[in-house]
C-alpha cells in the first residue's frame, strides 16, 4: 500500500453541558510511503452553531498538504 487516509466525522454531538455542535471531524493518513512525514493527524475541526448564514461557524486546526508526484 503506497497511500491511505481516513476522515470521521461525528454529527450532532451533544456535550454533558447541553452544548450541541454540528459536526466534530478529523482527518488522518495512515501510510504514505512518498511522505511518511505527513501520517497522523492532519485536520480536527468542529462545527459550532451560530447566527451565520450557514447556520454554523467551523474551527479548524491543522491542514491538508497536498503533493504533486
Known sequence: M???DIV???NDVETDTGMTYESIRYYQIRV???HPEREGI???SL???SDKEKGYE???VGEII???D
Do not use: L
Request: hydrophobic share 40%; proline share 5%.
Open 2 to 4: 503506497t497511500y491511505s
Open 8 to 10: 470521521i466525522n461525528i
Open 32 to 34: 504514505d510511503k512518498k
Open 42 to 44: 492532519g485536520i480536527f
Open 47 to 49: 462545527m459550532i452553531p
Open 58 to 60: 467551523e474551527v479548524t
Open 66 to 68: 497536498i503533493y504533486y
